[in-house]
């Protein structure tokens, strides 16, 4: 479920790549590894992981096949879980022959909102599908981290399975109002989350949210990091 870092925080560092296992032993932190951010703009990487023509899990299974030694430990695979065109089962039991020990819905439909989420639910491939998925993957005996934009899927991941949320405040608009109140609703989401128990609650701090640090680490248990923002010791 995540070690606890020197500041008292359950921080989690995106990465597009693995690299030596001496990161993790340094007090890196947890890890969240997520191949289809790499050769992207941090602040678009999101945004094109979700799109088809990227295959996420296909360059995840791609990048795990090129570890002989397997996933190190205190890493959560990123697995895109409304994939349709890899049934769970089998996509499941390939994860655990690489040696994948937990997995996150992540990147998540939970990055859109109004018409086109309401499209992507509407065609069965919203929250609802990846809490099947990480359901699914509990029951297999992975630790599940959840990323979720409202409590009530908070609670159904954390139903499903999840030992860890994440919730997500979606993408910066770089409207400095709206990007506040973004963060005030999921700095209030996590803290209801956070009032019933039942495991750490952690907020994803995207790119362009920078300037809310510290409104988003005081709210949360730890913070997900995107790559290249570094694990911080701020308190």
């Known amino acids: 479920m995540g070690k606890m870092g020197k500041n008292g925080r359950f921080d989690v560092q995106i990465t597009a790549a693995l690299h030596s296992s001496t990161e993790q032993a340094e007090g890196a932190g947890d890890r969240l590894f997520c191949p289809v951010f ?6 678009r990487a999101e945004y094109l992981a979700l799109l088809p023509v ?5 360059r995840l299974l791609a990048a795990l096949a090129e570890m002989p030694d397997g996933v190190p430990e205190g890493v959560c695979v990123g697995v895109l879980a409304v994939d349709p065109f890899r049934p769970v089962g089998p996509f499941l039991e390939t994860l655990r022959r690489f040696g994948v020990r937990a997995v996150a819905n992540f990147p998540t439909t939970a990055l859109f909102d109004g018409e086109t989420g309401e ?6 491939l919203g929250a609802q599908r990846e809490a099947s998925f990480l359901e699914q993957a509990a029951q297999a005996g992975f630790a599940v981290t959840g990323f979720a934009a409202d409590a009530d899927i908070g609670r159904r991941l954390r139903a499903a399975g999840a030992g860890r949320l994440v919730v997500h ?3 910066a608009t770089g409207d400095p109002s709206r990007d506040a109140e973004a963060v005030a609703n999921a700095a209030a989401v996590a803290a209801e989350l ?3 128990g039942g ?6 701090r995207p790119a362009g949210f920078e300037d809310h640090h510290d409104v988003m680490r005081r709210a ?8 290249g923002a570094g694990h911080s010791n701020r308190p």
């Open 38 to 43: 790499g050769g992207h703009p941090v602040d």
């Open 54 to 58: 990227q295959d996420s899990n296909g």
């Open 119 to 124: 499209t992507l639910r509407g065609v069965g």
């Open 169 to 171: 405040p979606g993408a």
């Open 194 to 196: 956070r009032g019933e």
């Open 199 to 204: 495991g750490p609650v952690l907020l994803y």
């Open 220 to 227: 949360a248990d730890g913070l997900v990091l995107p790559p």
